[in-house]
């Protein structure tokens, strides 16, 4: 099993669309969860960190289930710009080496249609 | 949010050439960089954590003579890829992880290798 999993994609959808990802994670002593977007051969750019109570920004709204392992991200009124692959990043710490590090999920490909 | 610059963003090379990709962080320093490969339509691949005044810790299966990593300055870290082959050809970025542990990527370097 995958330390952090997402699915593929990709999701399309209308523009205008209610949209949400989840990605699970397998290490319950993970410390930090965030949402990066990518868009095509472009780096990560961090897109919000994901905290215990759930925090929104605009359009966006990230939730974080620990008892569940998962985490969310909801999109509202989906923009054309918005489409991308979005990517769930879990900082957790490795049982073997005691070193925390940053695991990446393979991201989600949305697509928004007009 | 804090700024990651990475140089150069294309490089072309002839096989068996070294090829140096420079990644700094221009408004904050940064004790640890971490350096990604990334192939078309796969997930970044965490090739080493570059330590400030100390040697890189690689992942399993990079060759830590192969990918050289030097983090002379808490802005500087450079990731030097020696006799250049065209399966090296990839997407490498270089991430900083701020205080609040969120990652801030340079923009990326894609080579090619002829």
């Known amino acids: 099993r995958k330390e952090v999993e997402q699915d593929p994609g990709p999701f399309n959808v209308p523009e205008g669309a209610t949209v949400a990802f989840n990605c699970t994670y397998s290490?319950?002593?993970?410390?930090?969860f965030f949402w990066y977007r990518q868009d095509c051969r472009k780096e990560p750019k961090l897109l919000m960190s994901?905290?215990?109570s759930g925090n929104e920004d605009g359009r966006f709204t990230a939730q974080l289930n620990r008892a569940s392992q998962y985490i969310s991200l909801l999109i509202r009124d989906s923009k054309l710009s918005d489409s991308a692959t979005y990517l769930c990043?879990?900082?957790?710490?490795?049982?073997?080496?005691?070193?925390?590090?940053?695991?990446f999920g393979t991201g989600t490909r949305l697509k928004v249609l007009a | 949010g804090a700024v990651v610059s990475q140089h150069p963003s294309w490089v072309i090379c002839k096989s068996g050439t070294s090829v140096k990709i420079e990644c700094r962080s221009l408004?904050?320093?940064?004790?640890?960089m971490f350096w990604y490969r990334q192939f078309p339509k796969q997930s970044l691949m965490l090739m080493a954590t570059?330590?400030?005044?100390?040697?890189?810790?690689?992942e399993q299966g990079v060759e830590k003579d192969k990918f050289l990593i030097n983090h002379a300055s808490l802005t500087l870290s450079t990731l030097t890829v020696t006799s250049a082959h065209p399966e090296d050809s990839s997407f490498y970025i270089c991430?900083?992880?701020?205080?609040?542990?969120?990652?801030?990527f340079g923009e990326g370097s894609r080579l090619t290798v002829l």
């Open positions: 991430s900083a992880r701020i205080l609040r542990g969120e990652l801030f």
């Open positions: 290490n319950s002593a993970s410390q930090s």
């Open positions: 994901v905290y215990s």
């Open positions: 990043v879990v900082l957790s710490k490795s049982p073997a080496s005691g070193t925390y590090k940053y695991i």
């Open positions: 408004d904050f320093q940064a004790t640890t």
């Open positions: 570059s330590n400030e005044g100390s040697k890189a810790t690689y």
